[in-house]
């Protein structure tokens, strides 16, 4: 049960190891040779725990899934405006802590060089998380948190960008605190009546 758990665990860090490689140098950059080094391990080691480059990717886009699966909040915990700002946050920090899953979930060049299985499931993920936010801003909408003047499906793709720039902010060790204000701003009830003039 130990030796499984070790496994499993050893896994996850060499997933994670594989991302870094992969926000740093590339997909193409990604070899077992790369990444027993990025570890400190023999390339042999890597086959310990991987029958083949292949399963090793498998890996990656099922630490991707879980870290992204675990960014979603209750659904009964919380208003809609607040489940939204708990993911937003939640998905800033972990996406922020490996930017490879970034490269991996908007590339269709790092899609292309995953197993067709595997760039299938992160699709699936992008159309997850789409799903999730677009029924929140539904949800905050008819709750009268957010404005109503613009659907969620259009808001929708302004969180998911600014989701993205917040979790690149966060791995450059940059104060992702504007960004996040300015999104709630956006979505805030009190919408201006009259436009701005621009002189």
């Known amino acids: ?21 992969i926000a740093t140098r590339g997909i193409t950059a990604l070899t077992t040779r790369a990444l027993a080094e990025q570890v400190g391990l023999t390339s042999g080691a890597i086959f310990k725990h991987f029958a083949s480059l292949d399963a090793l990717l498998e890996a990656v886009v099922g630490r991707v899934e879980a870290v992204l699966d675990s960014t979603f909040p209750e659904e009964a915990t919380s208003s809609p405006l607040e489940r939204l700002e708990h993911f937003i946050e939640a ?19 790092f899609q292309l060089a995953l197993p067709k299985q595997g760039a299938e499931r992160l699709s699936r993920c992008v159309q997850k998380t789409r799903a999730f936010v677009v029924t929140t801003l539904r949800d905050a909408q008819a709750a009268g948190e957010v404005r109503a003047d613009v659907s969620a499906e259009a808001l929708g793709p302004i969180v998911m960008g600014t989701i993205q720039m917040l979790a690149l902010t966060r791995s450059r060790n940059g104060d992702a605190a504007a960004t996040r204000e300015a999104l709630l701003t956006l979505l805030s009830t009190a919408v201006p009546t009259k436009p701005r003039k621009v002189p």
């Open 1 to 21: 049960m130990i030796r499984r758990a070790e496994t499993g665990q050893r896994q996850t860090e060499l997933a994670d190891a594989a991302l870094l490689i």
């Open 91 to 109: 998905r800033t920090t972990a996406v922020g802590e490996r930017v490879g899953m970034l490269r991996l979930l908007l590339s269709e060049q």
